[in-house]
């Protein structure tokens, strides 16, 4: 993947195929301490303990779910091209949370890229789903909450084009801002 | 600068324009959104869909995603089902192309049988 932000798309994705309802995404930015960290949480299925530890080798693959296939590894592997891991954590129906840490400064770390896009897409591809996304630089963050904005529109499918290419515009420049850009 | 308020206006548009269209509906858009189709741009294509709906003003299409269909050398792949058509896939898109997807298919009832991989 050329962005990391695909990857956390990918991941989303994976959540909502293993019936996740609730979707938590973190980034952490500690550029004191060099560390990038993306966790994302949810509510889904789980994966039993011999799962995990599978998960992430693309030749054991479960097809007939469609739960595994190169995304796990594809994350795991550029985890450990930056001097980081991929921690996975779960349970049989108690959801599953997936932290992909990379040294922040390596020379071989993906950018983040269009996190607009990603989140604009994970909410079209799922308007039902309750999203929480947390970005922090060092001090500052911003976050965003579907149902802030289900508050707002009321009865109007996030999923509405106009909605989703203004999620899209503003996450961008909440994130620019972030960043200490105008 | 977008602002949390944009948001009533949106809605506002938007109850208005369900209003006088009475709810009418029947397009589905499908995208494919495994890995592969992640990793090939769907991502780009389904804003460059949306993008075009918003601004034909067809936010009554319905668009949904998908798995991978085991066509992952195809990827980045769409369907559009029109009611009362047969359903056509089209493969190997980028955002230009589904935007013309959008105007040709959606908008003026002609499917692009040049990129299309299967018609059903």
Redesign the interface.
């Known amino acids: 993947?050329k962005e990391l932000s695909?990857h956390i798309?990918?991941l989303a994705?994976n959540s909502v195929?293993a019936g996740a309802r609730k979707l938590t995404i973190v980034i952490d930015e500690d550029l004191a301490a060099d560390r990038l960290t993306i966790t994302i949480t949810d509510d889904g299925a789980g994966m039993d303990a011999e799962t995990v530890r599978r998960v992430v080798d693309p030749f054991v693959t479960t097809r007939t779910t469609?739960r595994f296939?190169?995304?796990l590894p594809?994350l795991d592997a550029a985890t450990q091209r930056c001097a980081g891991r991929l921690v996975i954590q779960s349970a049989p129906g108690q959801g599953t949370k997936v932290a992909a840490e990379f040294q922040h400064s390596h020379i071989d770390r993906a950018p983040l890229g269009?996190l607009g896009?990603?989140l604009?897409?994970i909410i079209?591809?799922?308007p039902d789903l309750e999203l929480d996304y947390l970005h922090r630089i060092d001090g500052r963050s911003f976050q965003l909450s579907t149902r802030?904005?289900r508050a707002?529109?009321?009865e109007?499918p996030l999923?509405?084009?106009?909605?989703?290419?203004?999620i899209?515009?503003?996450v961008a420049?909440e994130l620019q801002q972030l960043r200490g850009g105008v | 600068?977008?602002?949390?308020e944009?948001?009533?206006k949106?809605?506002d548009?938007?109850?208005r324009e369900t209003k006088l269209r009475g709810g009418q509906a029947g397009t589905r858009i499908t995208?494919a959104?495994?890995?592969?189709g992640?990793?090939a741009g769907a991502?780009?294509c389904?804003?460059a869909i949306?993008?075009e709906?918003?601004a034909r003003n067809?936010?009554e299409v319905l668009?949904?995603?998908t798995?991978?269909l085991g066509l992952c050398d195809q990827e980045p792949l769409v369907s559009v089902e029109v009611e009362g058509q047969p359903k056509v896939t089209y493969g190997r898109l980028d955002a230009a192309k589904c935007r013309k997807i959008v105007t040709e298919h959606i908008v003026n009832g002609h499917p692009i049988g040049e990129w299309a991989i299967s018609t059903r």
């Open positions: 993947m695909l798309l990918d994705q195929e469609r296939g190169l995304g594809l269009d896009a990603t604009a897409t079209a591809a799922n802030e904005l707002r529109v009321g109007i999923s509405h084009p106009e909605i989703i290419l203004w899209r515009e503003y420049q | 600068m977008k602002s949390l944009d948001l009533r949106i809605r548009k938007a109850q995208i959104m495994g890995t592969c992640i990793a991502r780009e389904l804003q949306l993008e709906l918003a067809q936010s668009v949904v995603q798995g991978c």
